[in-house]
């Protein structure tokens, strides 16, 4: 399946003191809730950052990188204007329920370059939007404020809105409801939990202002070929397999995350180790679309090396963003790296969203 892409386009008119492209707030990757107090935790959604900005008839939904997403979902445009704020800035996440739980991968259907087919997926499928920081509005340009200020204002204006598509993003003090989303709402949609620091403006495109702590996800995956690296002929990246239900190896991506201090030794275990392709589903080849200079050359080898990988997300049957190398696992057989361990657990134990959003 092609990477969905986002498609260009000019931002409508607007008479805002904040617009598009506005960098946002970015957070530094930490392993543990933060503790002590001066924070505010607030659930990690599994969806698309966006912000919105309205302007009487105007709205522009531009996404983390400062894109346009507006046009790839046009129930929530016909929400934010049968809002009566008309005019304000609002810093949130799209996400696509499903089920009961939050799908990142109905929410990449709507990359579509056909607005029949993105209309049909918006009825059929539709999102909604968990706004959890307010930049401007009743004419204020409030970003600069402190953030227990903004999310005060942001409350208020969310006390008169009762659309269904539009939602206030749960936000609090106490450390040990954090922990609750962190552990037990992942099945549902949740990613993780942001911790925000009390007492700070809105840190427009750094992260001084706010920490992500993420679900640490981990398989054991079969390699199955490698890339040289750019221009020399040492191992630059590793490629990846899992085993399906059928018993076929299935590519699911790649590390590049090899030591320097093992590249050169590991590279002559991958170069005896060369065969013949064990991929059966999805193999690799082609250029890259992320980098021009990398090749879709690669070098097939047997399946009986396994590693231990991290990652982030695993969506369309492959890892989102790479994944990191952790250690290599000789004791365990090729044969039981199954795409079972990165499938979504369906066991939600008493949990839902519902009881996420009323806290």
């Not at 346009?68 to 929530?76: A, H, I, M, Q, V």
């Not at 799908?103 to 209309?119: N, V």
């Not at 953030?147 to 008169?160: G, P, V």
């Not at 190896?249 to 201090?261: A, E, M, P, Q, Y």
Request: aromatic content about 8%; glycine content about 10%.
């Amino acid at each position: 399946m092609a990477t969905p892409k986002i498609a260009g386009g000019a931002w409508p008119p607007l008479e805002l003191p904040i617009r598009p492209p506005f960098p946002p707030m970015e957070a530094k990757r930490v392993d543990r809730i933060p503790a002590g107090g001066g924070w505010q935790f607030e659930p990690k959604w599994d969806g698309f950052r966006a912000i919105v900005f309205r302007d009487g008839q105007h709205v522009a939904i531009q996404s983390k990188a400062g894109q346009p997403l507006t046009r790839y979902f046009p129930e929530l445009v016909r929400a934010f204007l049968s809002l009566a704020e008309k005019r304000f800035v609002l810093d949130g996440e799209i996400v696509v329920p499903v089920g009961g739980t939050l799908s990142f991968d109905d929410l990449l259907l709507r990359m579509h370059p056909a607005e029949s087919r993105i209309r049909k997926l918006a009825q059929a499928t539709p999102a909604q939007y968990y706004a959890f920081d307010l930049l401007f509005a009743r004419k204020k340009e409030i970003h600069e404020l402190r953030i227990e200020e903004r999310r005060e204002r942001l409350e208020k204006l969310f006390a008169k809105i009762d659309e269904p598509l539009i939602r206030l993003s749960p936000a609090t003090a106490d450390r040990k409801i954090a922990g609750d989303w962190l552990e037990n709402f992942g099945s549902l949609g949740l990613d993780g939990v942001m911790a925000k620091r009390l007492g700070e403006p809105y840190h427009s495109g750094d992260r001084e202002g706010m920490v992500k702590v993420k679900h640490l996800k981990t398989a054991d995956c079969v390699v199955g070929g490698f890339r040289y690296g750019e221009g020399t002929k040492a191992a630059g990246s590793l490629l990846l397999g899992l085993y399906d239900e059928e018993g076929r190896l299935v590519h699911v991506g790649h590390t590049s995350s090899i030591r320097k201090d093992e590249r050169r030794a590991l590279t002559k275990e991958l170069e005896a180790l060369r065969g013949e392709n064990a991929f059966e589903v999805r193999v690799p080849g082609g250029p890259s679309r992320w980098a021009s200079g990398r090749s879709g050359d690669w070098e097939p080898v047997r399946p009986v090396l396994v590693c231990e990988v991290e990652y982030d997300y695993f969506s369309q049957g492959r890892f989102r963003y790479g994944s990191k190398l952790l250690r290599w696992r000789p004791e365990k057989k090729p044969r039981q790296c199954t795409m079972e361990q990165v499938m979504p657990v369906r066991e939600h134990r008493g949990k839902s969203l519902a009881s996420v959003l009323k806290r």
